[in-house]
C-alpha cells in the first residue's frame, strides 16, 4: 500500500503540470483518486463485505429514490433499520410527504463528486440503485438512457467498490431477449436483449459480477418480473397495462390495453419485491450460490388478468389496441421466471397469486377513489 500511495502522488503531481492538448483534469484525476481498491486473494474479498450486529443497522443510500420503488422500500426499511438511517435521493423535488417522512437529499448518479460527497458524509454502508430509464421511455431517448444506465451505474459501482459498500442494482426481465429460453426462463441463459434498457441490464450485472470476483465488492441483484403498485402511476415500463387497468378500471370503468390480450409476462406485487430486495440484502454471504437471481410470483396474460378484475367489477370494459413497440418489447422477454435457485438459496417465498393482487389493488384505489370524492 505505502508503494501504491506513493506512484499515486508522482502521477497526480505530473498531471497537475500545465500541458497543451490535455483531456479536462478532472477526468484525468478521477482515473487515480477512486480507482476500486485491489484485491489478490479470495480472503481480501471478505473486506469488502459489511456484517451488522443487532444494535448497529446500516445506513442506506437509495438512489433513484422517487421512482415506482424506491419510496416503498425506503418505508419499509426504516420501519427495520430506523427513520435516520435510510437516505432517499433523486434529481426532482419530493412531495411534501415523501419529504416529510425521512431524510431525503438531492443527488445525481451522474455527478460523481456529489455522490461520492454523499455516501462519506453520510457514512453509508448500503447502497440500493433504484435510478434507470425504464423500457419504452429508454427506446425514446437511447441517449439518455445510455448515459443513465450505463455510465451511471459505472459512477455507483466504483463508489460502492472504492467504500466497501453492499450494493443492490435491480434487473428485470427485460435483460433476456427473443433467443433466450422463455417458458420457463432459469437464472443462466442466453441473454441477447433488443432495447437499450435490457442491455444496460445485462451489463449492469456482468460488471457486478466481475466487480465481486475483481474487487471483493458486495453486489446483489435479482431481476424483477413485471412490478404492479397502488401507490404509484405507470412509468413508462412495457408492463404497466398491469398498473392503469386498476386505476381506470375505478375511475372510468373502461381500459385500453396496448398488448395483446394473449402476452403472457412474470408479475410481482410491489409487496413481494420489496420484501424481496431487503431478504436478499440480509442474506447471509455463505448463502448466496450467485449474484444474480431472477425471482418470480405469478404469470398472466391481459386477458386473464382482465377477467379476474372483472369479477369484482362486472361492468369493466376492455378494449385492445395495440402498441407495436411495447409489443414487440413484451414478445422477447420470459414468459414465466424460474426462481428455483432465489428460494433454495435464501428462502424467497411470494405471498401474492393473481386473486389476491387483484384484490389488493381494487381495495387500495378504490378507497383511495372514494377519498377523493369525498374531498
Known sequence: MPVIRALSKVAKQALLAPACGCQPLTVAIRNIS???????????????????????????????????????????????????????????????????SGPFIYSDILDYKNLREIVVNNRITWLVHYSALLSAVGEANVALARAVNITGLHNILDIAAEHGLRLFVPSTIGAFGPTSPRNPTPDLCVQRPRTIYGVSKVHAELMGEYYHHRYGLDFRCLRYPGIISADSQPGGGTTDYAVQIFHDAVKTGKFECNLKPDTRLPMMYID?????TLEV???????????????????????????????????????????????????????????????????????????????????????????????
Open 281 to 375: 440484502m440480509e442474506a447471509p454471504l455463505e448463502t448466496l450460490s450467485m449474484r444474480t437471481y431472477n425471482i418470480n410470483a405469478m404469470s398472466f396474460t391481459p386477458e386473464e388478468l382482465a377477467n379476474e378484475v372483472q369479477k369484482q367489477l362486472p361492468d369493466l370494459q376492455v378494449s385492445y389496441e395495440i402498441d407495436s413497440v411495447r409489443q414487440a418489447i413484451a414478445d422477447s422477454w420470459p414468459m414465466n421466471f424460474d426462481d428455483t435457485n432465489a428460494r433454495n438459496d435464501w428462502g424467497w417465498k411470494h405471498d401474492y397469486d393473481l386473486p389476491e393482487l387483484v384484490q389488493t389493488m381494487l381495495n387500495y384505489i378504490g378507497s383511495e377513489s372514494r377519498i377523493a370524492q369525498a374531498n
Open 34 to 100: 477512486f480507482s476500486p481498491r485491489q484485491v489478490t486473494s479470495a480472503s481480501d474479498a471478505s473486506f469488502h463485505s459489511v456484517s451488522f450486529s443487532e444494535t448497529d443497522h446500516p445506513k442506506v443510500l437509495i438512489t433513484g429514490g422517487l421512482g415506482q420503488l424506491g419510496v416503498g422500500l425506503a418505508k419499509l426499511l426504516r420501519k427495520r433499520f430506523g427513520k435516520n438511517n435510510v437516505i432517499l435521493s433523486d434529481i426532482r423535488k419530493p412531495p411534501s410527504n415523501v419529504f416529510h
Open 272 to 276: 413481494d419485491c420489496l420484501r424481496a
